[in-house]
């Protein structure tokens, strides 16, 4: 919460940047970079999917989700870790072993994994959101086995075979002595009362939803970036603040899928954002079976040889570049005239190399190196023509140095067009203990 409460203020410190043609100054904050801030995580969200169309495949690809009965809500909130990593292996477990199944497809799946942990309303509602390709590579390794158009597998089997598993892995640490238990699982500590909570759960019928495969790899990237690197609250979603009450607008799938407003108060909105805060170092988004990380290459590059097809290149977008290079400029980062949040400087010579003095001292931009020159078109088709040139490890090596340099890249005047914006001004992001204090917030 400090974090977030901090984020594009002055208490990260920030950077001043300026034409070197003109007069044009901009002022920006530093941003938290926290991963459950709703104003960060844009570029670490491009370049992710950046990397993701290299194992697309030319497949249909299904959307399934995992959902937990509520009445598992309470005792995953005091162990969240063990519970959220049991949902994750026996959503993979489960899809893996219905799919290897030969009275179904008898092939070895993969899927992209994300854990979400709420609801349009902010309430803790634990799901796993899994987008499958259609098909998967034979368990002898000889072909490639094509689902049916429009179905995968039977979400009844999904959803029974789901319910078994994490039922089964939940009593295994219950035994093992792994379970935290208080407030209203207090009374689950006793081994007859959860014997009883359990059966209760394997009653429930568990539902697993399947949609409809997406029309293209394009429309999968875009509802890719809907779910990863996302927080429970997006900007967007505040409508107004009147006193200590804040108006939210959510869906309600419940009505046709109408836009509605709820009122909370200032207190209750923090303490249901507050649910949705992982465990320090947790990894939401997981790609499994088929699409795991070790040996997937090769798995991949046998997969397009049994479906006929081509590996993707990627070329890193303008857009991409853009947003890796600076910040966006925007009402929140950018600083009034009259009241500017750095130290006063004064405007930039025309020359190439403008100079400002701050507390005694003189700080001279460089200028524009060969690289720096680059428009992002050039930029393109240079990356292009290098990676194709070079192949393996150099090749790669190559790539990353490029994406590198192509990080401090400066970037045309908005004003002028025709000078390049240096930071002429930075100050120090505060670190450690300093951060910590730099900005506290009022917790009691």
Request: with cysteine.
């Amino acid at each position: 919460m400090n974090a977030l409460a901090a984020c594009r203020t002055d208490a990260l410190g920030g950077h001043v940047d300026a034409c070197t043609h003109c007069a044009h100054t901009e002022y920006y904050y530093h941003s938290c970079g926290d991963r459950h801030c709703p104003s960060c995580g844009g570029s670490k969200r491009a370049a992710w999917l950046e990397r993701q169309q290299r194992d697309l495949l030319a497949v249909p690809y299904f959307h399934l989700v995992f959902t937990l009965p509520h009445e598992l809500s309470a005792l995953l909130l005091g162990n969240r870790k063990i519970l959220y990593d049991v949902l994750f292996t026996n959503s993979s477990q489960t899809l893996q072993t219905l799919g290897a199944d030969p009275k179904h497809l008898g092939a070895r799946l993969g899927a992209i994994m994300v854990l979400h942990t709420w609801g349009q309303q902010l309430e803790h509602h634990p799901h796993i959101h899994a987008v499958v390709p259609g098909g998967g590579l034979a368990l002898d390794g000889t072909k490639w086995l094509a689902s049916r158009e429009n179905y995968l597998l039977p979400v009844q089997v999904l959803g029974s075979l789901f319910r078994g598993k994490y039922l089964a892995d939940l009593r295994v640490a219950y035994d093992a002595g792994q379970l935290r238990f208080g407030g209203s699982t207090a009374g689950l500590a006793d081994p007859a009362a959860f014997r009883r909570w359990l059966s209760d759960l394997y009653a429930k019928n568990w539902v697993v939803f399947a949609k409809k495969p997406f029309a293209g790899p394009d429309v999968l990237l875009k509802y890719l970036t809907r779910y990863t690197h996302r927080v429970a609250l997006s900007n967007g979603r505040l409508a107004k603040l009147e006193g200590e009450h804040v108006t939210l607008t959510y869906k309600d799938y419940t009505d046709s899928c109408r836009r509605k407003e709820m009122v909370l108060e200032g207190v209750e909105l923090l303490r249901r954002f507050a649910l949705h805060v992982l465990p320090k170092g947790y990894v939401r988004v997981r790609q499994v079976g088929l699409l795991a990380h070790r040996d997937r290459t090769e798995r991949l590059a046998r997969c397009r040889l049994f479906l006929g097809s081509s590996p993707v290149t990627v070329v890193p977008s303008a857009s991409v570049l853009a947003a890796t290079c600076t910040p966006p400029a925007s009402e929140e980062t950018v600083a009034s005239a009259a009241e500017p949040a750095f130290p006063t400087i004064a405007p930039p010579s025309q020359a190439p190399t403008p100079t400002c003095a701050v507390a005694g001292t003189t700080a001279t931009t460089a200028a524009p190196t060969i690289l720096a020159c680059l428009d992002e078109s050039k930029w393109t088709a240079l990356l292009l023509a290098l990676i194709l040139a070079t192949t393996g490890t150099l090749g790669c090596l190559l790539g990353a140095l490029l994406t590198v340099a192509a990080t401090n890249a400066r970037r045309r005047c908005s004003q002028c067009g025709r000078g390049w914006m240096a930071t002429i001004w930075e100050g120090a992001r505060p670190r450690g203990r300093r951060r910590q204090a730099a900005k506290p917030v009022d917790t009691s």
